[in-house]
């Protein structure tokens, strides 16, 4: 894994966001389930784009700030794959 994902995805694995590496044997990416938020803090949701809600703490595309912001210290960012899963790419 390249060096600024490599931090992110320890960055964001010491905070319990549900990260999971090696997506489809890529070594530039990996992803962060929506399926495993637990506790208080919703990591990622998808529907928050459609349902017009939000937790306060969420972007308008359902991806926790805290996320965010760890992604924008790395030069990354999170996009949708499917409702269950965010992909993280080099922005």
Known sequence: MKRNFR????AL???G???????YGRDDAFVISAED????EIWADYY????????GY???FGVNN????????YGLFAEWINPGCLGVYAA
């Not at 931090?7 to 320890?10: I, L, P, S, V």
């Not at 966001?17 to 997506?23: E, G, L, S």
């Not at 938020?37 to 208080?40: A, E, L």
């Open 7 to 10: 931090y992110a995805y320890n």
């Open 13 to 15: 694995e010491r905070m």
């Open 17 to 23: 966001v549900p990260v999971r590496p090696d997506w």
């Open 37 to 40: 938020n637990s506790g208080d």
């Open 48 to 55: 928050v784009m459609t349902d017009g809600g939000g937790y």
């Open 58 to 60: 969420m972007d308008d």
């Open 66 to 73: 805290r996320i965010n912001r760890v992604l924008n210290r």
